[in-house]
């Protein structure tokens, strides 16, 4: 008797009958029925009959032989059927192969997540891409505890990772939220500089050594981004930036020092006709950083 393929802890029957011919001239005693074997404990009999059991002629009687695995792999038993028939004792041969019952984990990373990596790691492991909806799913998966990754250059993912388990049922609604990112640099000049964020989202940064900043775990929006230290002068003065399931690089400004000339004017008065009057003096002054004067010029007439 094969019963093929069953899965560990899910119990699958089958029916046997036993017929004693109805030509034969006395009635059959069964005295006893056993399992032996390799896997003998995964067989038993359902509702065994009461022994012994007198079958007539032309008399059928069926048992159900019922398999429960606890182990995956195959199964092999013998169930013996003792009794006064001439044939004596009779032996049937009992096999199955057990798998493991498997289960799936889904879950979704938002349109944003598409093509993404999801980390499956635990119990077993494995890696997948996000489909183009940003959704995923593991499949064939055993009882056991998981925990999902996912990841995506320059994507943060909300909660990091996700650690579940797998109870003898599919796990579904698995989701993460995902967050972006502002990166720029004001350059080496505005290092330490306070960098303000406003629009869809507030918050401040400092710009490290380099001048480099980041802002992280934005949602889509409008932002302008503001770079200010002491006189230093950032081109331009702010930035406008559209965050559409993306992170967004590269807004840069550049930070220099403001050159200031005092006086600012200059009068000459009653200067005679064809003579040259006293020298003036202006004094220039640089602040927020060091200015370097490559030439000036001089425009108007007289001078």
């Known amino acids: 008797m094969q019963f093929g ?41 359902l509702q065994a009959p009461a022994l012994p059991l007198t079958i007539t002629p032309g008399q059928t009687v069926s048992v159900v032989i019922q398999a429960l695995a606890t182990v995956a792999g195959p199964l092999t038993a013998t169930m013996t059927v003792t009794s006064d028939a001439t044939s004596g004792s009779v032996n ?9 019952q498997t289960f799936s984990i889904t879950g979704s ?60 049922a599919n796990l579904s609604g698995i989701n993460f939220t995902e967050t972006f990112s502002i990166v720029g640099s004001v350059g080496f000049a505005g290092s330490g500089a306070s960098i303000t964020l406003s629009g869809a989202g507030s918050s401040s940064v400092v710009a490290d050594g380099s001048g480099n900043f980041l802002f992280a775990g934005l949602a889509n929006g409008s932002y302008t981004v503001t770079p200010s230290k002491g006189n230093l002068v950032f081109a331009p003065a702010s930035q ?26 200059f009068t000459f008065n009653n200067v005679a006709l064809g003579t040259t009057s006293a020298p003036q003096t202006g004094t220039l002054t640089a602040s927020g950083a060091s200015v370097i004067v490559n030439f000036d010029t001089l425009t108007g007439a007289g001078f």
């Open 5 to 45: 393929s069953i899965l560990v802890g899910t119990p699958t029957s089958q029916t046997l009958t036993f017929t004693n011919s109805a030509t034969s001239s006395k009635n059959v005693v069964v005295t006893a029925v056993s399992f032996g074997g390799a896997n003998s404990s995964s067989f038993s009999l």
């Open 92 to 100: 049937v041969a009992l096999s199955a192969t057990a798998t493991l």
């Open 109 to 168: 990373l938002g349109t944003a997540g598409a093509g993404a990596n999801v980390a499956l790691s635990g119990t077993s492991s494995g890696t997948i891409v996000a489909d183009a909806s940003g959704n995923f799913s593991f499949g064939g998966l055993v009882d056991g505890s998981y925990t999902i990754t996912p990841s995506k250059s320059n994507i943060t993912f909300t909660p990091a990772s996700q650690q579940v388990r797998v109870n003898s």
């Open 240 to 265: 406008t930036v559209a965050i559409n399931n993306a992170s967004v690089t590269g807004v840069n400004f550049t930070g220099g020092g403001q050159l200031v000339l005092s006086p600012a004017n």
